[in-house]
């Protein structure tokens, strides 16, 4: 790299100094010579010199290319938590049996798994009268399937236990959609399926 410095440093001299000499009379050529030899000076003994400036270049000693700069992040859209429609609520669920499951109250997070337990579980027993259940068939990305109970439980506890539901069913961490009868019992209970991102 010393000599791209030097015939740089030459270049600039030759050029300062035809112009500088141009316009010089006897009188005032002595602090032009100085000045002149100065800025040599400086070149050769390697000193901080702004048009020699390399702190701009990459590890490799090359300019960096436009691909090589990173682009700015683009701003990200803000939260929104989606509004349930009346009557229904976004519970976790933290056991399931064949009567009754146990969930605490959900909110909305902005990371995966977007809803995040909170409070003190309560006991929910499902209706005498049946329960509209669904789960999400998320691995062929199609609508959510209706399901009987039991195997909506048995995928419940599969997941709770942290092993692969049967197919073609997987895990959303847990948030269900519920919706409670006149004495407080499920009588419909869809999964969500979360984003992962």
């Not at 270049?11 to 800025?39: F, H, I, K, M």
């Not at 092993?163 to 959303?172: G, L, N, V």
């Amino acid at each position: 790299m010393a000599v791209p410095r030097i015939l740089l440093a030459a270049v600039l001299l030759t050029g300062t100094a035809a112009a500088v000499l141009t316009g010089c009379t006897p009188a005032d050529s002595r602090p032009t010579v100085a000045a002149a030899s100065s800025a040599a000076a400086l070149a050769d003994d390697g000193a901080d010199d702004p048009w020699l400036d390399d702190d701009d270049l990459d590890d490799d000693g090359a300019y960096p290319t436009a691909g090589t700069v990173a682009a700015p992040e683009a701003p990200t859209p803000e939260c929104t938590a989606p509004e349930p429609p009346p009557g229904h609520q976004v519970v976790i669920v933290v056991a399931a049996g064949p009567a009754e499951l146990t969930a605490q109250p959900a909110r909305y997070a902005c990371t995966p798994p977007r809803y995040e337990a909170t409070g003190t579980p309560v006991h929910y027993a499902f209706a005498a009268s049946g329960v509209d259940a669904t789960l999400v068939d998320r691995p062929r990305e199609e609508a959510a399937k209706p399901v009987q109970l039991d195997e909506l439980v048995t995928h419940l506890n599969d997941c709770l236990a942290e092993r692969d539901p049967a197919d073609p069913y997987a895990c959303f961490g847990n948030a269900y959609d519920v919706v409670l009868d006149s004495h407080g019992r499920i009588m419909r209970i869809a999964e969500i399926g979360t984003p992962a991102a």
